[in-house]
C-alpha cells in the first residue's frame, strides 16, 4: 500500500510535466501532420495452381515444405532486386512517354509528372536522358535507358533505381507487399503510393514482370540440365557401344561363342576324366602286380618271350590296337561304329597269334609249385592284354587330361577379360539407364514447369484506385500522445529510481535501511510564507511526541538523553534540537541542550573515549538532556554514548542525496552499537511533512481534495460548506 501511494503522490509531483510535455509533443505531431500526403492502395490477387493444379511428376501425396518453398520461391522472385528493377525501369519509361505537365492522367498526375519531368531534365545529362524516351515504343524506351545504364554513382538511370526516389527506388518498391491467403494457392499483392496511377502502374508492371522473370529462372535452369542429360546421353551411349563392340571382337578372336557353358563344359568333362583316371590308374596298378606275379611263376619262359621279336611284335600290335580302341571308346562314348568293330576284328587275330608264340615257347609243363605252365601262360597273356589294354587308357586319359589343362590356360585370362569387359559394359550401361532416367526426369519436370507457369494467372487484376486511404492522423496523433506521456513517464520514472535524494519517508527508508520517524517542513518561500512559523510549531510538536515516546525506561541519576546525529554538517540538527528545547521549556521541562561546538572538546580524550555522557557533562537536575554531535564524515563517536542514550536520531536533509560514504558512516555506527538508530527528516517538502503530521494549514476545499486524493481517501466525504465557514471564521 504504501507503493501504490508513493506512486500516486510521484504522479502528482510531475503532474505538470506530464500534462504540458505531452499536450506540446502532441501539438506539434498535429502541426507536422497538418499537410499529410494521401495514400492510395492498389490490390491484385495471383493464382499460383501450386497446390491444387495439375502436375504430372507422378507424385502420390502433398509435400508441404516442397509447396511451402515453391511458394515462397515466388514471393522472393516478385521481391527481388531484379524484377523491381525492371518494374521500376518500366514505370518510369511508361510515365515519361504518358506523362502530362498540365493535366492528371491514368498514368500519373501531372504534379509527379512534373517532379520526374523536371528531375530528368534539369540533371547533369538532362537533353542525353530526354532523348532515351521513345514517345511509340516502351520497350525500346527500357532498352535505350539499358544501354545509358553504368554501375557508376553520377549515372541517372542507375541511380534512379538506387536513389531514394518516392516512386522509382528499390526502397519504396520494397513496400509492396506479397502474402498468402491462408494455405491456399492465392497470393494477394498490395502497393500503396501517393499517386494513384503509380500506384495501380506499379502492380500492372509487377504482374507482368514477375512470370517472366520466374520462366526465365525455372526455365534457364532446367533446360541446362535437360542440355546436360542429353550430352552426358550421347557420351555414355557412345561408350557403350564401343564397349560391346570390344566384347564382340574379342569373342570373335578367340573363337570363343558362349564362353559360361563352354566352361562349365569343360569342368564336367575334367570331373568324368578324373575319375576315369583314378579308374584307369587303378586297374593298371593291378594289373600290373598280377603280371609280375605271373612273370615269377613263368621263369626261364618269360625272358624267351620277351626277347622273342614275333611275341614283341605280336604284343606291339596289340598294345597298338588296344590304345585305338580305348581311344575311340574314350571320345565315341558306348555307340558301336565301323572302325571301332574293325579294330575289335584285328585285336581278337592279333590275340590269337601272341597266344599261339606264347604256346611255342613253353618250356615246362609245370612250374616248380606243381601248376601248369600252359595254364600260367594263358593266364599271362591274358593279364599282359589287360595290362596293354590299362595302359593304353591310362596314356589316353592322360593325354585327354593334359589337353583340358590347355583348355584351362586359354580359358583362364580369357574368361577374366570377358568378365572386365563386361563389368564394364555392365557399369557402363548402369551409368547410361540412370542418365536416361534422369535426363526423362528434367523433361518431365520442364512440361511440369510449363504447366505451373500456365497456371500462373492473375485472378484479381489491379483496379485503378479513385478513392485515397485514410491518412492515419487521428491514429499518429495518439500514438505521439501515448508516446510522449510514456517517454515522459518513463524518464521521470527512471530518475526517480536512480535518484539517492531522500525526499520523503520511502526513499529515505529504502536509500538508508533505517525507520523514519518524521520530518520538519521545510520553510515556504511564495505562497504559503504566512504559515511558516506554524509549519514549524506543528513540526516542532510532532517531533516533542515521536521522542517523548522512547522516554520510557530511566536510568538512575540520568536524565532522559537525546543523540541527535548527522554524517555531514549543515543537516539541521542544531536547528531541530533547538527548537525542541524552546518547546519543552515552554511546557516547563527541565531541559538542558548540549552541544559539540560549546560544551565539550570532540579532540579531547575525554570525549573520544567517554562511556557516558557524564565523562564529558556533568548532568545536573535535567529531565531530558539533548546532546548534539559533530557530523560523523569528519568526527567519531563513541558507541557507549549511542547505548546510553534512550533515542539516536539521525537527522538528514530531505533535499539532499544520501552518498556512498552517508552509507559507509551509517554502516560503521550501527556496529559501535545496539541501540537502534532512526531517521529524521530536515526540510522536508509539505507532501512529505503531511504524511506524519496531517494536514498543514491553509485547509481550504481544494487543499483538502488534494490531500485527501494523495492519501488515497477515494470515497471520504468532504463537505465543502464546512470548510468555507471555517476558513470565514478564521
Request: proline content about 2%; some cysteine; aromatic content about 12%.
Amino acid at each position: 500500500m504504501d507503493y501504490i501511494l508513493y506512486f500516486c503522490r510521484f504522479l502528482y509531483r510531475i503532474r505538470w510535466w506530464l500534462l504540458l510535455g505531452t499536450c506540446i509533443i502532441t501539438l506539434a505531431v498535429i502541426y507536422a501532420t497538418k499537410n499529410l500526403g494521401r495514400a492510395y492502395r492498389v490490390e491484385a490477387t495471383v493464382y499460383t495452381g501450386i497446390i491444387s493444379g495439375y502436375t504430372i511428376e507422378g507424385n502420390s501425396g502433398l509435400d508441404w515444405a516442397a509447396t511451402n518453398n515453391a511458394i515462397d520461391n515466388l514471393v522472393n522472385i516478385m521481391k527481388s532486386e531484379n524484377t523491381l528493377k525492371h518494374v521500376s525501369y518500366r514505370l518510369y519509361a511508361r510515365n515519361m512517354i504518358n506523362g502530362n505537365l498540365e493535366k492528371d492522367n491514368r498514368y500519373l498526375t501531372a504534379n509527379s509528372f512534373r517532379d520526374i519531368y523536371n528531375h530528368t531534365k534539369n540533371s547533369k545529362d538532362g537533353k542525353a536522358l530526354l532523348a532515351l524516351i521513345d514517345k511509340n515504343s516502351e520497350e525500346r524506351t527500357v532498352e535505350n535507358m539499358l544501354s545509358y545504364e553504368e554501375p557508376v554513382w553520377d549515372n541517372y538511370i542507375y541511380g534512379l533505381f538506387y536513389w531514394n526516389h518516392r516512386h522509382y527506388s528499390y526502397q519504396s518498391l520494397k513496400s509492396i507487399k506479397i502474402s498468402r491467403k491462408g494455405n491456399s494457392d492465392l497470393l494477394e499483392v498490395s502497393y500503396t503510393a501517393n499517386d494513384p496511377g503509380i500506384a495501380y502502374n506499379t502492380i500492372a508492371i509487377l504482374m507482368e514482370e514477375f512470370v517472366n522473370e520466374y520462366n526465365a529462372i525455372r526455365y534457364g535452369e532446367t533446360d541446362k540440365v535437360i542440355e546436360f542429360f542429353r550430352a552426358e546421353l550421347d557420351r555414355v551411349g557412345h561408350e557403350l557401344r564401343l564397349a560391346e563392340d570390344s566384347l564382340t571382337r574379342y569373342n570373335i578372336e578367340k573363337r570363343v561363342i558362349n564362353y559360361y557353358d563352354e566352361t562349365k563344359e569343360i569342368a564336367s568333362i575334367n570331373a568324368t576324366f578324373e575319375l576315369s583316371e583314378q579308374s584307369a590308374l587303378m586297374a593298371y596298378n593291378g594289373s600290373r602286380a598280377l603280371l609280375d606275379e605271373l612273370e615269377r611263376q613263368m621263369n626261364i619262359n618269360i625272358e624267351s618271350l620277351k626277347t622273342n621279336s614275333q611275341f614283341v611284335n605280336s604284343l606291339n600290335n596289340v598294345s597298338v590296337l588296344t590304345s585305338k580302341i580305348s581311344e575311340i571308346e574314350s571320345f565315341a562314348g558306348d555307340g558301336e561304329t565301323e572302325q571301332l568293330a574293325d579294330y575289335r576284328k584285328k585285336l581278337e587275330i592279333a590275340k590269337e597269334e601272341l597266344a599261339q608264340v606264347s604256346d611255342r615257347y613253353v618250356e615246362n609243363q609245370y612250374t616248380k609249385e606243381g601248376i601248369s605252365r600252359t595254364n600260367i601262360v594263358e593266364q599271362w597273356l591274358e593279364q599282359l592284354l589287360v595290362f596293354e589294354k590299362a595302359k593304353s587308357d591310362l596314356l589316353i586319359i592322360q593325354k585327354s587330361r593334359q589337353d583340358l589343362n590347355d583348355k584351362y590356360v586359354f580359358y583362364a585370362p580369357v574368361g577374366s577379360t570377358i568378365k572386365r569387359k563386361e563389368r564394364q559394359i555392365s557399369f557402363t550401361e548402369r551409368n547410361y539407364l540412370t542418365t536416361l532416367e534422369s535426363y526423362q526426369a528434367a523433361l518431365m519436370r520442364k512440361k511440369n514447369l510449363e504447366m505451373t507457369s500456365a497456371t500462373l494467372k492473375v485472378l484479381n487484376p489491379p483496379a485503378f484506385p479513385i478513392s485515397a486511404e485514410p491518412t492515419g492522423r487521428s491514429r499518429i496523433v495518439i500514438i505521439a500522445f501515448v508516446a510522449a506521456f510514456l517517454f515522459i513517464l518513463g524518464f521521470f520514472l527512471l530518475v526517480e529510481i536512480l535518484d539517492h535524494t531522500l525526499r520523503d519517508r520511502i526513499r529515505a527508508e529504502r536509500i538508508t535501511g533505517l525507520k523514519v520517524l518524521g520530518a520538519f517542513p521545510g520553510r515556504t518561500k511564495v505562497k504559503y510564507k504566512n504559515y511558516n512559523s506554524e509549519y514549524i510549531s506543528i513540526g516542532t510538536k510532532f517531533l516533542s511526541n515521536i521522542v517523548l515516546g522512547f522516554f520510557t525506561n530511566k536510568k538512575e541519576n540520568t536524565p532522559y538523553i537525546v543523540n541527535f546525529l548527522s554524517t555531514e554538517s549543515g543537516d539541521g540538527k542544531s536547528y531541530l534540537s533547538t527548537n525542541l528545547e524552546e518547546y519543552w521549556n515552554s511546557l516547563g521541562m527541565k531541559v538542558r541542550r548540549v552541544s559539540w561546538d560549546a560544551d565539550f572538546d570532540v579532540n579531547d580524550p575525554k570525549y573520544l573515549l567517554a562511556k557516558s555522557i557524564h565523562d564529558i557533562y556533568p548532568a545536573k537536575e535535567e529531565d531530558i538532556l539533548i546532546v548534539e554531535y559533530p557530523n560523523l564524515k569528519e568526527y567519531n563517536i563513541s558507541g557507549k554514548l549511542l547505548d546510553e542514550a534512550n533515542l539516536n536520531l539521525m537527522v538528514a536533509r530531505a533535499d539532499r542525496a544520501w552518498k556512498g560514504a552517508d552509507k559507509l558512516v551509517l554502516e560503521k555506527l550501527e556496529q559501535q552499537t545496539n541501540t537502534p538508530i532512526y531517521f529524521y527528516l530536515n526540510k522536508a517538502s509539505m507532501e512529505a511533512t503531511e504524511s506524519f503530521t496531517g494536514m498543514l494549514p491553509p485547509e481550504t476545499y481544494f487543499r483538502k481534495l488534494g490531500y485527501r486524493l494523495s492519501q488515497l481517501g477515494l470515497t471520504e466525504h468532504l463537505d465543502r460548506d464546512s470548510v468555507i465557514s471555517r476558513e470565514e471564521h478564521e
